[in-house]
């Protein structure tokens, strides 16, 4: 009997709570909602983007301004994928065996067309760390070859490359960038002027982490190709936050996260290699059974929820029914409309650059004499605004589901704070 009220109980509870979700409505309505031709005079529609924020729950505790660390998924991508968990329940090995082959590789193709890339130059895996740590290992360097890359890249593949130069030797050669570059071409000269006759690969960011900076990735490739140098690209902040695709850039490795502005369940990553370069880079864990120039030898990875896989396609139909061009232009827009005004606040430095060719929808910010840890505590504590403490100061990322007066309240706590 006790089972039975339970099991009634939470079977309304669930019906009742679809119900007020209902899953696609918000899609439908993004649909059809006629839009501008410029993504930038959508990006100010506010009737367009309060439909577009119903997409998410999030917690009214507080307001959420650090979507750097990861995306929340939409509610869609959400209930599809516990939908999708207790099916694979039902058939577990079953489903494993005869099932997750053909879900994985229509996922693959319909990621690289998301992506402007072929399918056999894909592999799908957990998270940047690992496709870049698979590149940075698998690399055939020897003692001596060097790695070239800026002081701000991502702690996780700097430590990769120090775990080879402690067991094989390889060189690294570290370089600091301007904060507020003038122009791409500062950035480009600070890699030029810091390759010498060893260096082999450049490992790049396309957005850094830490400040939002967007590094001009192309130019950079193109420099380091006419000296016989190889690009990778380190593109965890970038895809799907700027409407690029991967050609774009003209790198020959990359790396990303699908689990960040993409908004794909926990756990996805994407690994993308030039067909020609495939065959030569060792996969992280040993896999007799793909040929060297086969992309999935990449992903022998043991057995893992093959659930948040399946929620890749959802996250894109998402991306895209929103809009690319115009999910960019918003985000930039929300950054621009608190960095603009808490520039003017006395005491307070913007680390990130102004120029749209420059950033997105992260900055940094830091109140004089204030450590940055102390005023990202004091923001939670005090004002009820998540954020983070990186590098030279806090870090701000709004996301879709960023409402004006969310930003409103950041840019009232900050002149608080350094008043």
């Known amino acids: 009997r006790f089972l039975g009220l339970g099991a009634a109980a939470a079977s309304t509870a669930l019906l009742g709570f679809e119900r007020d979700l209902d899953l696609d409505r918000v899609i439908r309505e993004v649909a059809v909602r006629p839009r501008s031709q410029d993504p ?8 367009y983007w309060a439909i577009v924020a119903r997409a998410w729950r999030q917690s009214e505790d507080f307001i959420n301004l650090e979507s750097g660390y990861y995306n929340p998924t939409t509610i869609e991508v959400l209930e599809s994928r516990c939908r999708r968990i207790r099916e694979i329940n039902e058939r577990p090995s079953h489903y494993m065996r005869t099932r997750l082959d053909p879900d994985r590789e229509e996922i693959r193709a319909e ?3 998301f992506a402007g890339v072929e399918a056999d130059e894909i592999a799908l895996v957990r998270n940047t760390t690992e496709a870049l740590n698979t590149i940075i290992m698998g690399l055939p360097l020897g003692r001596g070859d060097a790695v070239l890359f800026a002081r701000r890249e991502y702690g996780s593949m700097k430590e990769a490359l120090a775990q080879r130069a402690a067991r094989e030797g390889i060189a690294l050669q570290e370089i600091e960038l301007p904060y507020l570059p003038a122009n791409a071409d500062e ?37 380091a190709h006419e000296r016989g140098i190889e690009v990778i690209c380190d593109a965890a902040h970038s895809f799907a936050h700027l409407d690029f ?17 993409l908004g794909a369940p926990l756990g996805n990553g994407l690994l993308w290699l030039r067909r020609e370069k495939i065959a030569p880079v060792w996969p992280l864990f040993g896999d007799i059974g793909k040929a060297a120039d086969d992309v999935r030898k990449f ?14 396609r ?3 139909r998402f991306t895209e029914t929103v809009g690319r061009p115009e999910k960019e232009a918003r985000l930039r827009f929300l950054k621009d409309s608190w960095t603009a005004r808490a520039a003017e606040i006395p005491g307070v430095t913007i680390n990130t650059p102004t120029q749209p060719e420059f950033s997105c929808a992260i900055a940094n910010f ?40 969310h930003l409103d309240r950041l840019v009232t706590a900050i002149r608080e704070l350094a008043s």
């Not at 930038?40 to 009737?47: K, P």
């Not at 695709?245 to 502005?261: A, F, N």
């Not at 992903?299 to 890749?312: C, F, K, N, V, Y």
């Open 314 to 316: 959802d996250a894109i």
């Open 245 to 261: 695709r991967i050609p774009d850039l003209g790198c020959d490795y990359l790396g990303t996260s699908l689990h960040k502005w």
């Open 187 to 223: 950035i480009v000269a600070c890699y030029a002027r810091a390759i010498t006759s060893k260096t082999k690969v450049i490992l790049i960011s396309q957005l850094v982490y830490l400040t939002g900076q967007v590094l001009p990735v192309r130019a950079v490739a193109d420099m």
């Open 111 to 113: 990621l690289a067309r």
């Open 299 to 312: 992903e022998h990875q043991g057995t893992r929820p093959p659930s948040a896989m399946l929620g890749i």
């Open 40 to 47: 930038e005079e959508t990006a100010r529609d506010e009737r």
């Open 366 to 405: 830091r109140i004089a004499g204030q450590p940055p840890q102390e005023t990202a505590r004091r923001l939670m504590d005090e004002h009820g605004i998540f954020t983070v403490a990186v590098d030279s100061g806090v870090r701000v990322t709004p996301n879709l589901f960023s409402r004006p007066a």
